[in-house]
């Protein structure tokens, strides 16, 4: 059923950031003035003696429990995870069973139009925890290799920041994929900056990508049990028969991967203590290439070792919730299920799946990397209980984008100017949680393919520039670099160009979308 209301929200966060006061106290750092500008009020380190406080808060928070105690905070981002790919999204229950992302459905809220803000990873990874797109920084397409370096600015608010600020403890478990230190990323050394200099009290982590040629974790700011700065890379290979970095530390089987990861994010969980708010930021590797489902999982799904591999997802969300249940924290934790991108078609083990009946991207045209729906469209699941109603449906079109906006009206912080951070966020916490609300929250989105064309939707438009920013892109996607305008609501499929019955939308379109680029944001 679709949520769309006709009337405004209490729950709307103001975009002018609170004027800020100061208590005499100790000295604080330039970085510590640099985050209080950027946050007003909501940014501002009280002072006391005792070293740096809490956040003040200008407004009340929607998610504050009885007491003012802060509600727990899981993000799980799957990786390559496409919308007709798990059973509350129309999975052929005999090909695949997601009984505890299905789970996370009937005990919470389900989008139908959530959509990531690339078709690839990295750029996404940015956005979700930055909100801002990251076609604004110098990666303009395609995604970050395994020696960039740290591409969040340590000075610039992310979703962990700001939480911690509030006095959360924050961890990020999983595929990293944002880069390490300030140059040329050196295995051998400390990998600062890092997740810790943008917000994240812990990391264990996969560098990159499942199968990278690193080979190794992460934990702390260093590689998990590095032995020395020796490089051995005609030691190591990865699934692909190529090289890894030699690093001079225990290497990853890839099947263990998703059981690892899964185990830490459990013990981080386990070690939480209520009272105390948390934020985890859990990025399973699954379902990225390499297929490698675990002993746990192999050979359980009709649809091959890919929905072998769409199991052992699933079983790791389950151990999650499990982890929950069992400190009794369910109930004062909001979980946020997604994906960084659509599935993709690559490999014999997707073929294999598509061919036994599973259509990964659902409904939609195109896969990761493209420009069209498939690459886009991901599963979005909202769980809080008691607060966000159970088993239903909401059709409000989103963007992970828009995180860190709803993540401030959830928790009670004004968001920075939008000059200055959180550019393209915008707050969809009505919709989270089922509050009437003039829609739509979001009036327009920008969308940005692999080889950086840019696509913008508004009602049911979507306008395709087709101005490949990629110098060489591959003729494979040649269909994509071409203006070109589709109704989605009456062309779910983008089988059909409509851009010459349209010319007054399609010069609206153009104009926005140039306007969003020309002045640096998109929030309005």
């Not at 510590?32 to 009280?46: K, T």
């Not at 040629?213 to 990865?238: C, I, Q, W």
């Not at 990629?470 to 499929?493: N, T, V, W």
Request: with cysteine.
């Amino acid at each position: 059923m679709s949520m769309k209301q006709n009337s405004d929200s209490s729950l709307q966060v103001s975009n002018r950031a609170s004027q800020a006061q100061y208590k005499v106290g100790t000295p604080i750092s330039r970085r510590d003035v640099m985050r209080r500008s950027l946050f007003g009020a909501a940014g501002l380190l009280l002072t006391d003696g005792l070293g740096l406080g809490a956040l003040t808060m200008s407004q009340p928070a929607a998610g504050a429990k009885p007491g003012g105690a802060k509600p727990n905070i899981v993000i799980i981002l799957a990786d390559d995870l496409g919308w007709g790919s798990v059973g509350c999204y129309g999975a052929d229950p005999k090909l695949v069973r997601t009984p505890n992302i299905d789970r996370l459905a009937q005990e919470g809220r389900r989008f139908t139009d959530a959509n990531t803000a690339s078709s690839v990873c990295s750029p996404t990874r940015y956005a979700l925890l930055t909100g801002r797109c990251c076609w604004r920084t110098s990666l303009k397409y395609e995604v970050l290799n395994v020696n960039a370096p740290l591409h969040i600015e340590p000075t610039r608010p992310t979703i962990a920041s700001m939480l911690k600020q509030l006095g959360y403890r924050t961890a990020v478990v999983g595929k990293w994929h944002l880069g390490y230190q300030s140059e040329k990323t050196d295995y051998t050394q400390p990998l600062r900056p890092g997740p810790q200099d943008v917000g994240f009290d812990y990391q264990f982590a996969v560098p990159s990508n499942h199968g990278d040629a690193t080979g190794v974790y992460v934990e702390g700011e260093r590689v998990a049990g590095l032995r020395s700065t020796t490089l051995s890379p005609d030691k190591y290979k990865n699934w692909r028969g190529q090289r890894r970095l030699g690093l001079d530390a225990p290497q990853r089987v890839d099947e263990d991967v998703m059981p690892t990861l899964t185990d830490k994010a459990a013990a981080w969980l386990r070690q939480q203590e209520p009272g105390k708010p948390f934020f985890l930021y859990y990025a399973p590797v699954s379902v990225h290439n390499p297929i490698t489902p675990s002993a746990k999982t192999r050979g359980s799904s009709a649809a091959g070792a890919y929905g072998d591999w769409i199991h052992e997802l699933d079983r790791s969300v389950g151990a999650v919730l499990a982890a929950l249940d069992e400190k009794g924290l369910a109930k004062d934790t909001l979980v946020l299920f997604t994906s960084d991108n659509g599935g993709e078609f690559f490999g014999e083990e997707q073929a294999a799946a598509q061919a036994a009946g599973l259509k990964p991207m659902g409904p939609f045209k195109g896969d990761k990397h493209t420009v069209w729906e498939g690459g886009f469209r991901v599963p979005y699941i909202v769980r809080w209980p008691g607060r966000v109603p159970a088993d239903t449906v909401c059709d409000e079109m989103i963007s992970l984008t828009d995180t860190f906006a709803t993540i401030a009206a959830f928790v009670g912080a004004p968001l920075p100017p939008v000059k200055d951070a959180a550019e393209d966020s915008f707050n969809v916490l009505p919709a989270w949680l089922g509050q009437k609300h003039k829609s739509p929250l979001r009036p327009h989105m920008i969308v940005h393919s692999a080889d950086g064309v840019f696509a913008i939707r508004r009602g049911p438009w979507k306008w395709i520039e087709g101005k490949p920013a990629k110098p060489k892109p591959p003729e494979a996607r040649r269909d994509e670099f071409h203006p070109q305008l589709y109704h989605l609501g009456s062309d779910i499929g983008e089988a059909v160009d409509v851009q010459d019955s349209n010319p007054a939308v399609v010069a609206e379109l153009n104009a926005l979308l140039n306007r969003c680029r020309e002045r640096a944001y998109s929030r309005e």
